[in-house]
């Protein structure tokens, strides 16, 4: 079995920072993509950033020059530094992985969601 936890949530100002984490376990061979999502409320579930095998990252617009994904390949963990955080930017953060199995073959995993909140 694999699992994919999130952490790292919580509330903070506008302006501030935070730093999501994203880790897989379990039966995990080797992780090909990793991507956080977010959702806010009343709104489609929207793909905010990715970091491929090769190390390649791509960020929605909105997002751009204020977050940054990375990840550790020996920990099979994905990291979301957000800095510069605005009200928009509230929704719940979920972590996506793509993987490769123990077992063989590759399949997508979900974390269960970490709540973040910008308010003054």
């Known amino acids: 079995q694999v699992q994919v936890v999130e952490s790292g949530g919580g509330a903070v100002q506008p302006g501030g920072s935070l730093r999501l984490s994203c880790a897989a376990s379990?039966?995990?061979?080797?992780?090909?993509?990793m991507g956080w999502h977010r959702q806010a409320p009343g709104k489609q579930r929207e793909l905010v950033a990715t970091?491929?095998?090769?190390?390649?990252?791509s960020y929605v617009d909105s997002v751009k020059g204020r977050f940054t994904i990375s990840r550790d390949n020996a920990k099979n963990t994905a990291y979301l530094q957000m800095n510069s955080l605005k009200p928009e930017d509230t929704a719940v953060y979920y972590c996506?992985?793509?993987?490769?199995?123990?077992?063989?073959?590759?399949?997508?995993?979900w974390g269960q969601g970490t709540q973040v909140t910008v308010s003054s």
């Open positions: 970091i491929r095998s090769g190390g390649s990252t």
């Open positions: 996506n992985s793509v993987l490769l199995t123990t077992s063989g073959y590759v399949a997508s995993y």
């Open positions: 379990g039966s995990v061979s080797s992780i090909v993509t």
